[in-house]
């Protein structure tokens, strides 16, 4: 993600339809993974499928979302969006530009933005804000965030433990 996002800044500034090309093309392959893997998730195990398909839809982040659904209906979205720019006085063509460049730049920030959700967490500071940065970030995000994390701590040779699990012999119904 953070390559992804590396590289399309690079081709902003170099060859800009290029990047936008490579944008769409980025997007698309994003938005054809989750509808895969999301409905055959949700077909294989339906059980859980009825009490956690809003968290299935939800996994790449609101965000994420909204960009794959402009990327594949991007004639429904584009009056809306301009509608919306125009609302923050974003709808120059420099705004418009600036805001394609924050989009570039979501791809690795999203991950930044989930894993504050889970320092968060983790500090005991608001559950609500905590929740939110994990929908508006994305599980996805979160998840590659802390493999990110979990390479920079290995590769610091800080300790890692696991908690022990006191075994009583007995089991609660």
């Known amino acids: 993600m953070i390559l992804s996002s590396l590289s399309l800044v690079v081709l902003y500034f170099v060859d800009f339809p290029l ?4 944008f769409k093309q980025l997007w698309i392959i994003n938005a054809v993974s989750f509808t895969f893997i999301t409905s055959y998730c949700l077909m ?3 059980e859980t499928a009825r009490r956690a398909w809003k968290e299935a839809i939800v996994f790449p982040g609101a965000v994420s979302l909204l960009i794959i659904l402009y990327t594949v209906f991007p004639k429904l979205f584009r009056e809306l969006i301009f509608a919306v720019l125009s609302v923050a006085r974003l709808d120059s063509p420099l705004g418009v530009r600036s805001v394609i460049f924050l989009a570039y730049v979501w791809v690795a ?6 894993y504050l959700g889970k320092v968060f967490e983790a500090r ?3 559950r609500a804000l905590s929740r939110l940065m ?14 990110f994390a979990s390479y920079g701590y290995e590769m610091r040779g800080a300790e890692m433990k696991w908690d022990k699990t006191e075994k009583t012999g007995k089991v609660a119904a």
């Open 109 to 114: 920030g999203c991950m930044a933005v989930a």
């Open 19 to 22: 990047s936008w090309a490579t």
């Open 44 to 46: 294989i195990d339906t």
């Open 124 to 126: 005991g500071l608001s």
């Open 134 to 147: 994990v929908y508006v970030g994305g599980y996805g995000p979160l998840l590659c965030a802390v493999t």
